[in-house]
């Protein structure tokens, strides 16, 4: 079977485990990596490269051609539409979904002084930063993992904001400040790895064995709960979901900021496992209902330059 990734250290670091993760299974597989438009133009903010799922749509159209029969992919990027051609064969077994700083001398979030540059390439991120601390400067952060942190080490910025699981899966031990998720909520499935396949394939066959029940469970309920805005990853939306350890209910955080962070809103609950996805469906629906909507719009015009009327 034929394996396709993008290019960058930590898809490779990605690819890599399933692989590990097949061939223990028995399975012999080959690598196709495939640059892809978001690794391309590295010179500008994701929002302005046109559409969602930049780094994924290619590898859909190689795997749909039949030129690769599996894709891995950080579940965070995929969106929530899917070709009808493809399943998602397997979720893996989450790593930590939370946002991390590191910065260039040690400094927590709230010792960091006044104006200093934090770089980020999400706007959740920024707009969450901004309402923690609006006296920050926010500038865009754009490259893989490496070099971010390269650019770090350059004194570009005075911290970066990352995703500790990029970090636990590429082997790093660093001195970060993980942040916590009641202010900086994550983006739906961060820190989970997904792989995609066509459906009713021999490669979904092979893969589903690798599926993560709970995990699987807990990001398609974060996806629910932001299916009614339509937001998509480009915009300021948190979508947080954890199983409680007797495994009947799910606790779930969810919300919508304006890009500047002086604005939100927000849902925080425990929904029962029994049915979870009428109840996610529920609080997405509450979320529009409060106002969600109109926020992810006057994103996504903010960041198209679009005039409201």
């Known amino acids: 079977m034929i394996l396709g990734t993008r290019g960058s250290a930590l898809a490779i670091a990605q690819a890599d485990l399933v692989t590990r ?19 391309v133009f590295t010179d500008r903010p994701l929002h302005e490269v046109a559409g969602v799922g930049v780094f994924v749509r290619e590898l859909d159209d190689r795997m749909i051609e039949g030129e690769v029969d599996i894709a891995v992919h950080s579940m965070k990027d995929l969106p929530t539409v899917r070709p009808p051609e493809l399943a998602i064969a397997a979720v893996l077994k989450r790593d930590s979904p939370y946002d991390v700083l590191l910065t260039a001398d040690g400094s927590t979030l709230d010792e960091l002084p006044d104006g200093a540059i934090i770089g980020t390439t999400s706007m959740r991120r920024r707009a969450q930063l901004l309402r923690y601390r609006p006296d920050l400067n926010v500038e865009d952060l754009r490259g893989n993992i490496n070099t971010r942190i390269q650019k770090l080490e350059a004194g570009q910025y ?49 893969c589903s064995v690798l599926n993560h029940d709970r995990s699987r469970m807990e990001t398609e309920v974060e996806r629910l709960l932001i299916t009614e805005v339509e937001g998509g990853c480009i915009v300021p939306i948190g979508s947080f979901a954890r199983m409680n350890e007797d495994g009947d209910e799910i606790h779930v955080l969810v919300e919508v900021l304006a890009v500047d962070g002086t604005r939100e809103i927000r849902i925080e609950d425990d929904i029962p496992v029994k049915n979870y996805r009428e109840h996610a469906l529920s609080i997405g629906r509450m979320l529009v209902e409060m106002g969600g909507k109109e926020l992810v719009r006057e994103a996504v015009c903010l960041m198209s330059g679009c005039d409201e009327e």
């Open 158 to 206: 005075d911290g970066i904001l990352l995703a500790e699981a990029g970090l636990q899966r590429m082997g790093w031990e660093m001195d970060v400040q993980r942040l916590p998720a009641e202010a900086f909520c994550p983006s739906a499935n961060q820190g989970t790895i997904v792989v995609v396949t066509r459906a009713e394939d021999e490669a979904e066959r092979a």
């Open 21 to 39: 993760m097949l061939e223990e299974k028995g399975h012999e597989l080959t690598r196709n990596v495939i640059k892809t438009s978001g690794d």
